[in-house]
């Protein structure tokens, strides 16, 4: 263990192979950094611990341990778990073969990992990649950018604008404030509610938006069911196109309200599929 007087915010960067991080932010004015072998019994694990880098200046704290130069699902040729104690509002760049995890609210993040999940408490801007793994994210605010190449991703509330991407795996978003653009190749996306546009794309797999506001949204399946629910009084302008399958537009929707300041313009086709637009209250 290693104590570091840091009054204010500061950066972070970790860098390790095998293992897992952790990073714990709260109203403190000191850091902590723990570095451990995964298995205090192995060998390789205890001598990547005893080798790994700790070092602090200038308001940047650096973590690195070695790397295998071949590691597998079988062994990596050494393991340490990282965890970090940390004031509110500081800036994490970390990059493992492990799963990440933060609890507390951070500053701007960015996290890799090759193998591993990613969970993440609260963060601003926030970009984060996986090779092979989920990505779970209670809150981010500003930019957020997510890609993974096989899992899942699901974000609870997203203060500002988002990219989310993933191969093989379903998307869930419960908000989002700013413009977004989804898309996953085998999967399917949902998102509670859009307060701006919104561009969602899946090969194959449903499409459903709980509830839209305003701008424009695009919503495209090669297979499987789209679903919009517009609020009520707002102006919708609707595009949809089912090549094998019915397309369902409440009678209400048909003619706009009388009065409104809002207008949404949804477009969404599916080869095959239903599309279904409703009519629903105000969150």
């Known amino acids: 263990m290693q ?3 840091t009054p204010e915010p500061i950066s972070v960067v970790i860098d390790i192979g095998a293992g897992q991080i952790r990073i714990d932010a709260s109203d403190r004015a000191d ?3 723990y ?7 192995d060998d390789a694990d205890v001598e990547c611990a005893e080798r790994a880098r700790v070092e602090f200046a200038n ?3 650096v973590v690195k341990a070695p790397k295998s130069k071949s590691i597998s699902l079988f062994g990596s040729g050494g393991s340490v778990d990282v965890k970090v104690d940390l004031p509110t509002n500081s800036r994490v760049d970390a990059t493992a073969t492990a799963d990440i995890q933060t609890r507390g609210r951070l500053g701007a993040c960015k996290f890799s990992t090759s193998y591993g999940e990613i969970n993440i408490d609260q963060t601003g801007d926030l970009r984060s990649q996986a090779s092979s793994g989920d990505i779970t994210v209670i809150k981010s605010v500003g930019h957020t950018d997510l890609t993974t190449a096989n899992g899942r991703i699901r974000v609870h509330r997203i203060d500002g604008t988002a990219a989310i991407r993933t191969t093989n795996g379903a998307i869930t978003v419960g908000e ?4 977004a653009r989804l898309n996953t190749a085998h999967g399917d996306i949902t998102v509670e509610r859009a307060l701006a546009g919104l561009l969602a794309k899946t090969s194959s797999g449903s499409a459903r938006i709980s509830q ?3 701008g424009s949204i695009v919503l495209e399946s090669a297979y499987g ?3 919009v629910g517009i609020r009520s009084g707002i102006a919708a302008w609707l595009n949809l196109d089912t ?3 019915h397309v369902h537009v409440p009678l209400e929707l048909r003619d706009p309200p009388e009065q409104t300041t809002q207008t949404v313009e949804v477009s969404a086709r599916t080869n095959y599929g239903d599309i279904v637009i409703s009519r629903t209250q105000p969150a």
Do not use: H, K
């Not at 570095?35 to 019994?41: A, L």
């Not at 989002?176 to 413009?179: L, W």
């Open 212 to 214: 839209v506001e305003r």
């Open 59 to 61: 308001g940047e704290l």
């Open 243 to 245: 090549s094998y399958g």
């Open 31 to 33: 850091t902590v950094v």
């Open 176 to 179: 989002v404030t700013g413009e």
């Open 35 to 41: 570095v451990v072998p995964s298995n205090e019994n």
């Open 3 to 5: 104590t570091f007087d």
């Open 225 to 227: 069911q789209i679903d």
